[in-house]
């Protein structure tokens, strides 16, 4: 898996982290999806540009978001791509700016 992987250390209450996460995906829309064997959070289809993902876990004190981008239609996705290099440059940073707004927001509690 070619994932961009971002750590932020909690220091509130998880729950209310999840709630501020939650709310920021849904608004830059995000949908909660199963991919593979996880639920991760996908925005776009492929038609136009990469489908965009962001997978959310909390592990103890720390909250991971793992971002990646797919090139292709549905099911035909391709493999995943790490947020790093030219190809599907514009697409990557809108990954990686909802990931930086959640980091900002939960390290903001």
Do not use: C
Not at 12 to 35: C, E, R, W
Not at 47 to 59: N, P
Not at 87 to 98: I, L
């Amino acid at each position: 898996m070619a994932r961009t992987i971002l750590d932020i250390p909690l220091r509130g209450d998880p729950a209310a982290a999840d709630s501020v996460v939650k709310t920021i995906l849904i608004n830059d829309g995000y949908q909660d999806v199963p991919y593979n064997a996880e639920i991760v959070w996908k925005k776009g289809t492929g038609m136009m540009t990469a489908m965009h993902y962001i997978k959310v876990e909390y592990m103890g004190n720390v909250l991971r978001l793992s971002g990646w981008v797919q090139i292709g239609v549905g099911a035909l996705g391709g493999k995943e791509r790490d947020l790093s290099g030219f190809t599907a440059t514009v697409p990557k940073k809108s990954v990686k700016k909802t990931m930086e707004k959640i980091q900002a927001a939960v390290a903001g509690m």
